[in-house]
């Protein structure tokens, strides 16, 4: 029950093309990230909403393959 | 009244309360992280809060996941609407903006 850093960006890129997206391995040990994402997709949405946006492009994964990933979004210039 | 009793059942949990916490663990003994950081915010600002274990109860687990449309535990409800997880409820508690909307929505608390 892991995944890879590079699994989840191209996730979320796949579900906001414009996204900046900066993740970092907590322990090093593929389950635990930080995660900080910067795109227009959340301009006007509340940070339940954006979150949500980022649960959704993974799929399912959150709560599943990836336990814990600590959350972080905002709009460019925000 | 919906055709899902555990949705049934989650909803008047959050509307019996003001303020509930879907977590794991109890406010005393949380058993995870994420649960443990929510209850020390509500703790500091002694906000009074109704703790629901999911360990305990593996309906609840599954139904308020799929209740919130939102994939993790801890949930933190107020007056019945769902405000998020933790990632959300530590961004605001910093901000001073769980404050605010303990104000707004005339839930009390004492810092």
């Known amino acids: 029950m892991a ?37 227009s997709a959340f301009e006007g949405k509340s940070r339940v909403q954006q979150h949500k946006m980022v649960y959704d492009a993974l799929q399912g994964k959150m709560g599943g393959d990836l336990h814990a990933l600590a959350l972080q979004t905002g709009t460019p210039g925000a | 009244m919906s055709d899902n009793p555990v949705f049934d059942r ?23 992280g994420f649960s443990a950081a929510v209850v020390g ?23 308020i ?19 998020g997880g ?3 409820i530590k961004e605001m508690y910093e901000a001073g903006e769980l404050q605010k909307m303990f104000d707004d929505k005339g839930v009390t608390y004492a810092a």
Not at chain 1, 14 to 39: C, F, M, N, Q
Not at chain 2, 45 to 57: A, R, S, Y
């Open chain 2, 65 to 83: 996941k799929a209740f919130s449309e939102w994939p993790t535990i801890p949930q933190l409800y107020v007056k019945g609407e769902f405000v």
């Open chain 1, 3 to 39: 995944m890879e850093a590079s699994v989840i960006e191209r996730m979320i890129k796949e579900a906001l093309p414009d996204a900046e997206i900066v993740i970092d391995d907590l322990r090093g040990d593929g389950d635990h990230y930080s995660a900080k994402i910067t795109s």
């Open chain 2, 86 to 88: 933790c990632d959300i």
């Open chain 2, 10 to 32: 989650i909803k008047s949990e959050v509307s019996d309360t003001d303020v509930v916490l879907f977590m794991k663990g109890t406010p005393m003994f949380p058993q995870c």
């Open chain 2, 41 to 63: 915010a509500l703790t500091q600002m002694e906000v009074k809060f109704k703790g629901i274990n999911v360990l305990e109860d593996g309906e609840i687990r599954e139904g």
